[in-house]
């Protein structure tokens, strides 16, 4: 793929466009230093606060260059809310994230306390998990030098790599976090009254502030009479577990998952209860008067916020949205929701990385999971679900673990290429993704726990937990490959639907409150690992639907050349973002 528009094209310069070098000089106002390529002296421009949004338009309009900046986060949204929009940039903390723990490179960057994070404080204890979301403060300010001894760093690291995939992967992530600030800006189209609606209908009406809403009012004067303690509190779970058990109902905890299996009167309006009460604290009227303004839910998402490369959100809770408020994102007047999802998006990335003919094959088609039925490996959808999800999140007990030995007769490729993810993990080894991105190495109590397990003196506990501890790092490894090139996949899918949907003609119909970059465009609204959803003008649905299955197939074109293998998507048009029961 050419360097054309956004797209995730290499970040080295050659037969690119010039790299635009952005800082702010001690003296606070901003400098920018153009480079043809790496090696050429810079061009350097110096102006004021005020005059960077205007040096910025004029040098986006002349040049398109690569706007590289320490990050995209606090550079981008004042261009977006004075109507700039970039095509290309390089995010110097992103990227340093990436490339500073790479174990593929020659000469991996250095360790900088001053780039590890936004705020140039090193945290080396930190040992994020699988799932944890990394929190980025506000930007530091550096002099335009440091800018361009970290970008030319970052193209030795580069350079150094033994294929071209870990730039696509930088300049990915950064065209990632040109989105996110993108989607921030335009937000997702939010139906105040429909939410209220909702929540009146659940919940009944909104309560005085530190009441509960009168249908959990209810529900706890029930549960109440089914435990016989009408002063119970059922938002406590110690003072709850003690009345279940003082009942007969002897659960090890509260969760939804425990009490469903319990026959007991109280069950049903429990379950209810928790159910209004995970709705009321997390989506409840506290929260729309919090995130929602001007029709727009405009959260902040997180790009690689997750070890694997998965976007994370710092606010608003973007990727947890309940299913049953999403009739709530609802489309401006002469405008509609175009929504896609990816079905089985982990499993069939599995496919592809390990070259699996059996797997792909049973990748055919839009559900993975009767496939695998078909393969003969298990009997039922359930049974395939369950055995697959087991492989990928490394599954020893259950019935997860009682089907995944099944998958390793039928998909030996697929299998062997997490178990072997495994074993490097429980071994104190990095694995990586397909394009490069590395797991993290085991922290410093990991170590000394397995250096002690070792020893001649030994007990039988301290090797228990350090083979505990090896066992969690190998399942940690074994889903960090697949779900690292999955976030790899939506990542050039999201490049490839913006670039896409940039060539579109305005709308005949604006959409005021989407801002003065998204207002007559249709644009990307709304990302969750394998679901997009863009806002676009009534006569340009068929267009944009389009564009999301063709950025898709281009998607796995890119990451997986000459291979085939089927990403199917589930389009949908319609004016609210409701999913079916």
């Given at each position: 793929?050419?360097?054309?528009?956004?797209?995730?094209?290499a970040?080295?310069?050659?037969?690119?466009?010039?790299h635009?070098?952005?800082?702010?000089?001690?003296?606070?106002?901003?400098?920018?230093?153009?480079?043809?390529?790496?090696?050429?002296?810079?061009?350097?421009?110096?102006?004021?606060?005020?005059?960077?949004v205007p040096?910025?338009?004029?040098?986006?309009?002349r040049l398109?260059?690569?706007?590289?900046?320490?990050?995209?986060?606090?550079?981008?949204?004042?261009?977006?809310?004075?109507?700039?929009?970039?095509?290309?940039?390089?995010?110097?903390?992103?990227?340093?994230?990436?490339?500073?723990?790479?174990?593929?490179?020659?000469?991996?960057?250095?360790?900088?306390?001053?780039?590890?994070?936004?705020?140039?404080?090193?945290?080396?204890?930190?040992?994020?998990?699988?799932?944890d979301?990394?929190?980025?403060?506000?930007?530091?300010?550096?002099?335009?030098?440091?800018?361009?001894?970290?970008?030319?760093?970052?193209?030795?690291?580069?350079a150094?790599?033994?294929?071209?995939?870990?730039?696509?992967?930088?300049?990915?992530e950064?065209?990632?976090?040109?989105?996110?600030?993108?989607?921030?800006?335009?937000?997702?189209?939010?139906?105040?009254?429909?939410?209220?609606g909702?929540?009146?209908?659940?919940?009944?009406?909104?309560?005085?502030?530190?009441?509960?809403?009168?249908?959990?009012?209810?529900?706890?004067?029930?549960?109440?009479?089914?435990?016989?303690?009408?002063t119970?509190?059922?938002?406590s779970p110690?003072?709850?577990?003690?009345?279940?058990?003082?009942?007969?109902?002897?659960v090890?905890?509260?969760?939804?998952?425990?009490?469903?299996?319990v026959?007991?009167?109280?069950?049903?309006p429990?379950?209810?209860?928790?159910?209004?009460?995970?709705?009321?604290?997390?989506?409840?009227?506290?929260?729309?008067?919090?995130w929602?303004?001007?029709?727009?839910?405009?959260?902040?998402?997180?790009?690689?916020?997750?070890?694997?490369?998965?976007?994370?959100?710092?606010?608003?809770?973007?990727?947890?949205?309940?299913?049953?408020?999403?009739?709530?994102?609802?489309?401006?007047a002469g405008?509609?929701?175009?929504?896609?999802?990816?079905?089985?998006?982990?499993p069939?990335?599995?496919?592809?990385?390990?070259?699996?003919?059996?797997?792909?094959?049973?990748?055919?088609?839009?559900?993975l999971?009767?496939?695998?039925?078909?393969?003969?490996?298990?009997?039922?959808?359930?049974?395939?679900?369950?055995?697959?999800?087991?492989?990928?999140?490394?599954?020893?007990?259950?019935?997860?673990?009682?089907?995944?030995?099944?998958?390793?007769?039928?998909?030996?490729?697929?299998?062997?290429?997490?178990d072997?993810?495994?074993?490097?993990?429980?071994?104190?080894?990095?694995?990586?993704?397909?394009?490069?991105?590395?797991?993290?190495?085991?922290?410093?109590?990991?170590?000394?726990?397995?250096?002690?397990?070792?020893g001649?003196?030994?007990?039988?506990?301290?090797?228990s937990?350090?083979?505990?501890?090896?066992?969690?790092?190998?399942?940690?490894?074994?889903?960090?490959i697949?779900?690292?090139?999955?976030?790899?996949?939506?990542?050039?899918?999201?490049?490839e639907?913006?670039?896409?949907?940039?060539?579109?003609?305005?709308?005949?119909?604006?959409?005021?409150?989407?801002?003065?970059?998204?207002?007559?465009?249709?644009?990307?609204?709304?990302?969750?690992?394998?679901?997009?959803?863009?806002?676009?003008?009534?006569?340009?649905?068929?267009?944009?639907?389009?564009?999301?299955?063709?950025?898709?197939?281009?998607a796995?074109?890119?990451?997986?050349?000459?291979?085939?293998?089927d990403?199917?998507?589930?389009?949908?048009?319609?004016?609210?973002?409701?999913?079916?029961?």
């Open positions: 793929m050419s360097d054309a528009g956004d797209r995730p094209d970040v080295t310069p050659a037969a690119g466009p010039p635009a070098l952005v800082a702010r000089a001690p003296s606070g106002r901003w400098v920018i230093a153009l480079h043809a390529d790496v090696d050429a002296a810079g061009v350097i421009t110096e102006v004021s606060e005020r005059d960077l040096q910025v338009r004029e040098l986006e309009q398109s260059p690569r706007w590289t900046v320490r990050s995209l986060r606090t550079f981008y949204p004042p261009l977006l809310a004075a109507g700039v929009r970039v095509r290309r940039a390089h995010d110097l903390l992103l990227c340093h994230a990436i490339l500073r723990d790479t174990a593929s490179l020659s000469h991996p960057l250095p360790p900088s306390g001053r780039w590890l994070r936004a705020d140039g404080v090193e945290d080396a204890a930190a040992q994020p998990s699988l799932f979301a990394g929190a980025v403060s506000a930007e530091r300010d550096d002099g335009i030098d440091e800018v361009r001894a970290q970008w030319r760093g970052q193209l030795t690291a580069l150094s790599a033994p294929d071209s995939r870990l730039a696509l992967l930088c300049a990915a950064s065209t990632g976090a040109l989105i996110a600030e993108e989607m921030t800006a335009a937000g997702l189209p939010w139906s105040t009254a429909a939410h209220h909702i929540l009146e209908q659940q919940l009944g009406p909104r309560p005085l502030r530190g009441a509960r809403p009168a249908r959990m009012a209810v529900l706890a004067a029930e549960i109440g009479r089914c435990l016989e303690d009408p119970l509190n059922p938002d110690p003072r709850l577990l003690r009345a279940l058990h003082r009942a007969g109902v002897f090890d905890s509260t969760s939804r998952w425990e009490l469903s299996r026959e007991h009167p109280v069950v049903a429990l379950l209810e209860y928790k159910k209004l009460a995970r709705l009321f604290a997390a989506n409840g009227w506290a929260w729309l008067d919090e929602v303004h001007d029709e727009r839910f405009r959260p902040i998402y997180l790009t690689g916020g997750v070890v694997t490369g998965r976007w994370a959100s710092s606010g608003g809770g973007a990727l947890q949205i309940p299913r049953q408020l999403r009739s709530a994102v609802r489309a401006d405008w509609t929701l175009v929504d896609a999802d990816v079905a089985q998006l982990e069939r990335m599995l496919a592809a990385m390990s070259r699996d003919s059996a797997m792909v094959e049973a990748a055919r088609g839009r559900d999971y009767e496939g695998v039925v078909r393969s003969g490996a298990v009997a039922t959808r359930d049974e395939a679900k369950y055995a697959v999800l087991g492989a990928m999140y490394g599954a020893t007990t259950g019935k997860s673990g009682q089907l995944v030995p099944r998958l390793r007769t039928v998909y030996p490729r697929a299998m062997g290429l997490v072997a993810a495994a074993r490097s993990g429980e071994q104190g080894g990095v694995v990586s993704t397909l394009l490069g991105r590395s797991s993290p190495r085991p922290d410093d109590a990991w170590r000394l726990a397995q250096t002690q397990a070792s001649p003196d030994a007990a039988g506990a301290e090797e937990r350090a083979r505990s501890r090896a066992r969690d790092r190998g399942r940690f490894t074994r889903n960090f697949v779900q690292g090139t999955a976030a790899e996949w939506a990542l050039l899918w999201l490049a639907v913006r670039h896409r949907l940039m060539a579109l003609p305005p709308a005949s119909v604006p959409a005021a409150a989407s801002g003065p970059v998204f207002r007559d465009r249709a644009h990307l609204a709304f990302f969750l690992h394998d679901e997009v959803i863009v806002h676009a003008p009534i006569e340009q649905a068929e267009a944009v639907a389009g564009i999301l299955r063709d950025a898709a197939d281009a796995t074109a890119r990451l997986f050349p000459g291979f085939a293998i990403v199917p998507l589930d389009v949908h048009v319609a004016e609210d973002a409701a999913k079916g029961a």
